[in-house]
């Protein structure tokens, strides 16, 4: 017979057999418990910054289609031009985004140095787009190497046209100026500007609005006027955009002849916009560009990429 100091004796021993079993098991799976938690954190916040940043394009695209009913050109004082930052909430967490909208019809469509052409025949350049071709490569030292290889290049690629303005890296001697050149004697100052901020392979259409034009593309397109000049058409573009070429007759420096030549060159309406997000959260972020096409009644998405060369965000945060 048993009794009652052995059966209390046994029971405590198959109590710490167990514990001792549990602990094992425990222990046992702790670090891969730890491995999925962290996968599937992980898993979660990728989807939610990629949301966000769709999020923030449809956002950019209201903003583009209300500026679409207010005026008839597009300048860098309409709402749309501002930088803009949100906060989208999802399950547990909150993901704060920045994004600004760039005009890719201010840029000069590189594309028309050459009209697209639909047959297997050399067509000869446009002589207007080939000027400011020049006067952009100028300040350059392989200028007249990069001119040469680029309209040779253009030559050979299918239907003269280039789908990725990161392409242009492969013309030789444009590496040397794809991420900008500065000043010699002022490493502040830009003497060519990073190709991505002025040239485009996107733009919908032949001419650049003058309203969003950078100022190193104003100064290629009016190559004869003076600093002043290209001070005076950027203060006016503030002022009092441009609701037709037929306004530059308002600027001093700007001659009749000049009109003639540029306006065929230029509009004050665009179509194709760059909005640049960036999504972050306190230990990740997200760096996307979404390219869009607007109409009179829509805006719909052409594509996007990742870390695009040449992007900024503004503002910081």
Not at 70 to 80: Q, S
Not at 100 to 121: C, F, M, R, V
Request: proline share 5%; with cysteine.
């Amino acid at each position: 017979m048993i009794n009652k100091s052995n059966q209390t004796g046994i029971a405590l021993l198959v109590v710490l057999m167990c514990l001792s079993i549990l602990t094992f098991i425990v222990l046992d799976n702790l670090p891969q418990s730890s491995i999925t938690l962290e996968t599937t954190k992980s898993y979660a916040s990728k989807p939610q910054l990629e949301q966000a940043c769709f999020n923030a394009a449809s956002l950019a695209s209201k903003l583009l289609l209300a500026d679409l009913d207010d005026n008839k050109f597009d300048c860098l004082t309409d709402r749309w031009a501002e930088p803009a930052l949100h906060t989208f909430e999802f399950e547990k967490s909150k993901i704060n985004v920045a994004f600004s909208i760039h005009d890719e019809d201010g840029k000069w469509p590189i594309n028309a140095l050459y009209k697209q052409n639909n047959k297997n025949t050399k067509i000869p350049l446009d002589i207007r787009h080939h000027k400011i071709l020049k006067a952009i490569l100028k300040p350059s030292k392989y200028a007249e190497d990069i001119e040469e290889n680029l309209i040779d290049t253009m030559q050979s690629i299918y239907k003269h046209k280039f789908f990725r303005l990161s392409s242009l890296r492969q013309v030789p001697y444009m590496d040397s100026i794809y991420n900008g050149i500065k000043q010699p004697d002022d490493k502040t100052q830009w003497l060519i500007p990073p190709l991505p901020q002025f040239i485009s392979v996107y733009s919908s259409h032949d001419t650049i609005n003058i309203n969003t034009a950078p100022k190193y593309l104003l100064m290629a397109i009016f190559a004869d006027a003076s600093a002043s000049t290209i001070d005076d058409i950027m203060q006016q573009r503030i002022d009092e955009p441009f609701t037709s070429t037929k306004d530059l007759t308002n600027i001093i420096g700007v001659s009749p002849n000049t009109i003639n030549i540029v306006r065929a060159l230029l509009g004050v309406k665009s179509s194709i916009f760059r909005v640049d997000v960036l999504a972050k959260t306190t230990d990740r972020q997200l760096l996307r560009s979404f390219f869009i096409k607007r109409n009179q009644q829509e805006c719909s998405l052409l594509f996007w990429a990742d870390n695009l060369s040449g992007v900024k965000i503004n503002p910081k945060y």
